[in-house]
């Protein structure tokens, strides 16, 4: 465990960022006492979702898009009601 005064750690951020980054322990402390710990941050991006996560063959999901499905679909996006 590594631990510097404020002011030491503003002038060593590159050094204490990397030993971080390497797993160790780094505190950074306020009139000698530890103040904040320095950890490297996890992946917090959502998992994938969406068309890259269907377990559908693109054959079948091809098949699903009939000349009939694409003309409601467009007449929907020009705002033509179904009569």
Do not use: H, W
Not at 19 to 44: H, Q, W
Not at 49 to 73: I, M, N
């Amino acid at each position: 465990m590594q631990q510097y005064n404020l002011y030491e750690a503003k002038t060593r951020l590159s050094q204490l960022v990397q030993s971080a980054l390497d797993g160790e322990e780094v505190l950074i402390a306020r009139a000698g006492k530890p103040a904040v710990r320095l950890v490297p941050v996890t992946d917090t991006s959502p998992a994938t979702r969406g068309f890259g996560c269907l377990k559908l063959s693109p054959g079948a999901l091809d098949a699903a898009f009939t000349p009939e499905v694409e003309a409601e679909v467009a007449a929907l996006f020009l705002g033509e009601e179904d009569t």
